[in-house]
């Protein structure tokens, strides 16, 4: 969709969303169980794979005759740029939406020449899923702590990837930004404030004493994809506001 070749997809998982358009296509199953009969039924010319998919649904599929292309889970916002890009040419886009793809590298660069001239990078946290324990967060290593540091923050928990916080680890840390994964569900920012203010490991915090929560769609922060970008502006312009106003104090 990002490279404007929508209308040659004709299959998306069992969980795919965006653009709303999606709901209209066939579905394949999910990330660890495809449906290799349907798949093979749409007769596709490429199949996009994920490294993590079954590896046997993957030989299978190209035993069959079928071309696949299988994806690494970024690491960083420079690797999803590339993949867009690798999308793009493997979908020969025509040139304009090349050129979107391209940009996407641009706009991260920007983002992280302006974080590189702020005075102070505040500390930040990514509470992935509920607020009762255990508690989830994305470490160092991954998308979202880049994401975090090209805003211009510090990623305030500091194990590897997407692991378990504890208590203490949360205390220790005392993010003065918290990021919040949204559903889309009605009163959910409220509640989720409310329920933070309850538990005294987050009430204790800078980001929850100040209310600074940066809700983001959870589908957006939590599939990377081009629509990080949007993310990557939320939480830099909140960071930006905050150290403005820390140096006027």
Do not use: C, W
Not at 48 to 71: D, H, M, Q, S, W
Not at 94 to 111: Q, T, V, Y
Not at 200 to 224: C, G, M, N, S, Y
């Amino acid at each position: 969709f990002f490279v404007g070749e929508f209308k040659r997809l004709v299959g998306v998982t069992s969980y795919d969303t965006y653009p709303p358009e999606v709901k209209e296509l066939a579905k394949v199953g999910g990330f660890i169980d495809p449906d290799l009969e349907i798949i093979l039924s749409l007769r596709p010319d490429l199949v996009l794979a994920y490294r993590g998919n079954p590896l046997p649904a993957i030989n299978k599929l190209k035993e069959l005759g079928l071309r696949v292309f299988v994806l690494d889970s970024p690491q960083t916002l420079d690797e999803l740029s590339r993949q867009s890009v690798m999308i793009a040419q493997l979908l020969q886009a025509d040139e304009k939406h090349m050129r979107r793809a391209e940009g996407f590298s641009k706009r991260i660069a920007e983002a992280r020449s302006r974080a590189a001239a702020l005075s102070a990078h505040p500390r930040v946290l990514m509470l992935a899923g509920s607020v009762q324990p255990p508690y989830y967060s994305a470490g160092r290593g991954n998308y979202v702590d880049d994401l975090i540091v090209s805003a211009g923050g510090v990623n305030a928990f500091t194990s590897q990837g997407f692991s378990i916080i504890t208590p203490e680890a949360l205390l220790l840390a005392d993010p003065e930004f918290l990021i919040i994964p949204e559903p889309a569900k009605a009163g959910f920012r409220k509640n989720m404030l409310q329920a933070l203010k309850r538990e005294f490991h987050f009430a204790a915090t800078t980001a929850v004493k100040r209310e600074q929560i940066i809700f983001i769609e959870e589908d957006v922060i939590l599939r990377p994809g081009p629509r990080i970008i949007h993310a990557l502006s939320a939480v830099q312009q909140a960071i930006s506001e905050y150290v403005g106003t820390d140096e006027k104090e």
